[in-house]
């Protein structure tokens, strides 16, 4: 389930921010409580940090956009870092794989973990 990425609470008597910059882009992995945004107001420099771990899936205000208290700025898909709900894994011995691919023997029972990622 998304999670949206919100404004937050402006200052008092502070209507609207200016979003300055992301430093994150749709795709990319996100940590909880890491900075995805800076928003400017009159008075403050706000950071709008990850609520969680996930993957930020699609920016909905750009640079340069004024916003107020509780716009929309970002959807995130959760889940660990780097791996979202299509992402699945399993383990397999280099047997199965095939010696040829790593060099080792036909019998080495080495195990690796294979993540594949799978798209919609």
């Known amino acids: 389930m998304s999670i949206e990425v919100k404004v937050p ?8 921010a200016t ?25 403050v420099v706000l950071e709008v940090p990850a609520p969680v771990d996930g993957v930020l899936k699609q920016i909905v205000a750009n640079d340069g956009a004024v916003v ?18 299509d992402t699945k894994t399993r383990k397999i011995t280099l047997k199965d794989l095939g010696s040829e691919l790593f ?9 690796v973990t294979v993540t ?3 798209s919609r």
């Open 9 to 16: 609470q402006l200052p008092e008597s502070v209507t609207d």
């Open 68 to 85: 107020t208290s509780g716009q929309v700025l970002a959807i995130l898909e959760p889940g660990k870092a780097g791996e979202t709900a």
């Open 103 to 111: 060099g080792k023997d036909k019998g080495d029972t080495t195990t």
């Open 19 to 43: 979003l300055v910059a992301w430093h994150k882009k749709a795709g990319d992995t996100v940590r909880r409580e890491e900075n995805l945004v800076d928003l400017e107001t009159d008075k």
């Open 116 to 118: 594949r990622a799978t």
